[in-house]
């Protein structure tokens, strides 16, 4: 079964200082990943998709980026925090249609 | 562009009441519907999906039929238990581009013993 995994679950970073965050997918081949971002009482809003290695789609423009390593390998990045990128951020898989997003659990990012 | 409108919350029912959700959409084609469900302190989990007109997607009690006459995929659960108490995410893909889907702002649903 296809499972995937996400990491750190929480995050407190000071401003300025740097973020990786690292999503993995097993049991699965070329999936389509994508980082969300969730903000404190709202939904989601999509930051990065990429539907093969090294292909990555910015619907964002802002101080984050993402990048696939591996086929099953899903990062995100930022040089700088700003206090506005504070949320909660989550990965996601899907296959093609019709199925729907397999998401990771989350990681709970502070900047203070 | 593609969007998802869905009823703004909290709601707020007594257990084994009758739930809706309203859920309206705008896409061009024949995009995918979807709804999920989002514990507190969690990712989200698909509740259920409707890939074409008239489809009835349905898991754990909970229904929606994708009307796209009304463009409208509306969320309902007969009777609902305190363990529904969540938020439920109404979401859209136009099975283009990606796949990438496009999420309504989320109901917060609780539900009292």
């Known amino acids: 079964s296809q499972t995937i995994h996400q990491w750190p679950a929480t995050l407190v970073q000071p401003v300025g200082s740097p973020l990786s965050l690292e999503c993995t997918v097993e049991?699965?081949?070329?999936?389509?990943l994508y980082w969300y971002r969730q903000a404190a009482g709202r939904g989601l809003q999509l930051l990065f998709y990429?539907?093969?290695?090294?292909?990555i789609s910015s619907e964002v423009p802002q101080n984050l980026s993402a990048s696939r390593p591996q086929d099953r390998q899903f990062i995100l990045s930022s040089k700088k925090l700003l206090l506005s990128d504070s949320g909660f951020y989550l990965c996601?898989?899907?296959?093609?249609?019709?199925?729907?997003?397999?998401f990771g659990s989350g990681t709970r990012l502070t900047v203070v | 562009g593609n969007s998802v409108t869905q009823m703004e919350g909290p709601v707020t029912l007594s257990e084994e009441a009758f739930l809706t959700i309203n859920c309206t959409y705008t896409?061009?084609?024949?995009?995918?519907l979807f709804w999920y469900v989002q514990y507190p302190g969690e990712g989200l989990q698909l509740l259920l999906k409707?890939?074409?007109?008239?489809d009835k997607g349905s898991n754990k009690g909970f229904e929606a039929t994708y009307r796209k006459e009304t463009t409208s995929f509306h969320l309902e659960k007969g009777s609902v238990q305190v363990s529904d108490s969540a938020v439920y995410f109404c979401?859209?893909?136009?099975?283009?581009?990606?796949?990438?889907?496009?999420f309504g702002a989320g109901t917060r649903l609780f539900v009292k013993a």
């Open positions: 990429s539907v093969g290695i090294g292909q």
């Open positions: 996601a898989w899907r296959r093609d249609r019709p199925y729907g997003y397999t």
């Open positions: 979401a859209l893909s136009d099975d283009t581009g990606g796949f990438k889907t496009i």
């Open positions: 409707a890939t074409k007109a008239d």
């Open positions: 896409a061009t084609g024949y995009p995918s």
């Open positions: 049991g699965t081949s070329n999936p389509n």
